[in-house]
């Protein structure tokens, strides 16, 4: 499934925003806290559930806020929460 995150990865980076995938398969709580000491504002999460859909859970790392978003709609979105 590394595949799927640089696809997503190279497709966010396109409509500019910057992107850093976690390349080594730990527990989420600790890519999370790794997101959140780098100063990251956004985690993309995606588990077999969210492949198969073509979505991906969108965390806002400082709220703890959550939402699903397909493929589609990920990068307007996550812009929009960006900004």
Same mark, same amino acid.
């Given at each position: 499934?590394?595949?799927?995150?640089?696809? /997503? =990865?190279?497709?966010?980076?396109? +409509?500019?925003?910057?992107?850093? !995938?976690?390349?080594? %398969?730990?527990?989420?709580?600790?890519?999370?806290?790794?997101?959140?000491?780098?100063?990251?504002?956004?985690?993309? /999460? =995606?588990?077999?559930?969210?492949? +198969?859909?073509?979505?991906?859970? !969108?965390?806002?790392? %400082?709220?703890?806020?959550?939402?699903?978003?397909?493929?589609?709609?990920?990068?307007?979105?996550?812009?929009?929460?960006?900004?």
């Amino acid at each position: 499934r590394l595949g799927d995150y640089q696809r /997503i =990865a190279r497709m966010l980076r396109a +409509a500019g925003i910057n992107t850093e !995938v976690f390349p080594e %398969a730990k527990p989420v709580g600790k890519q999370l806290k790794y997101a959140d000491r780098k100063g990251f504002r956004i985690a993309l /999460i =995606a588990g077999e559930t969210e492949f +198969a859909n073509g979505t991906w859970q !969108v965390k806002v790392l %400082a709220t703890g806020q959550q939402e699903t978003v397909s493929d589609a709609d990920l990068a307007s979105r996550i812009q929009t929460l960006l900004s």
